[in-house]
């Protein structure tokens, strides 16, 4: 008997990115005296969002994905540099999708109107 291609359940694992480490950086120059700090904060990390969309109807195309990695936020430097903000995870999921704990089986939110988004995890912000 084959599969069905309907999947209304799928357990996955994700996790947000880490903020970059800010840059304890000081001026340094030959004709300045004591010149100061300059370093820059580190970047966000990425979050994981579910986006309503009504052209979908099963949970198919996250059977096979099932770990989601946001990108971590990159580090800053001198000069006041901020390091660069990691990515979101955007998922398209059908209407009417919800998201659990798997933990503790708390109701994280429910995704009904199409383009309808909902953070599951928030990215960490960067170091100062």
Same mark, same amino acid.
């Given at each position: 008997? &084959? ?7 799928? *357990?996955?694992f994700c996790r947000s990115g880490k903020g970059g480490s800010g840059s304890a !950086?000081?001026?340094?120059? *030959? ?29 198919? !195309?996250? =059977?096979? *994905?099932? !770990?989601?990695? &946001?990108? @971590? ?10 390091? =660069? @903000? ?5 998922? @398209? ?5 919800? &998201?659990?704990? &798997? ?18 995890? =928030?990215g960490d912000r960067g170091g100062l």
């Amino acid at each position: 008997m &084959a599969s069905s291609n309907f999947v209304d359940y799928v *357990k996955i694992f994700c996790r947000s990115g880490k903020g970059g480490s800010g840059s304890a !950086h000081f001026r340094r120059e *030959k004709f300045v005296a004591f010149g100061g700090p300059d370093g820059g904060d580190g970047g966000r990390g990425g979050s994981i969002i579910l986006r309503g969309n009504s052209q979908y109807w099963t949970l198919i !195309h996250l =059977k096979y *994905k099932r !770990h989601l990695f &946001a990108e @971590d936020g990159g580090s800053g430097s001198g000069a006041r540099s901020s390091g =660069k @903000d990691g990515r979101n995870i955007v998922v @398209d999921v059908p209407l009417g999708t919800v &998201a659990r704990d &798997a933990e503790t089986g708390g109701f994280m939110g429910e995704v009904t109107a199409d383009g309808e988004e909902l953070i599951l995890l =928030k990215g960490d912000r960067g170091g100062l």
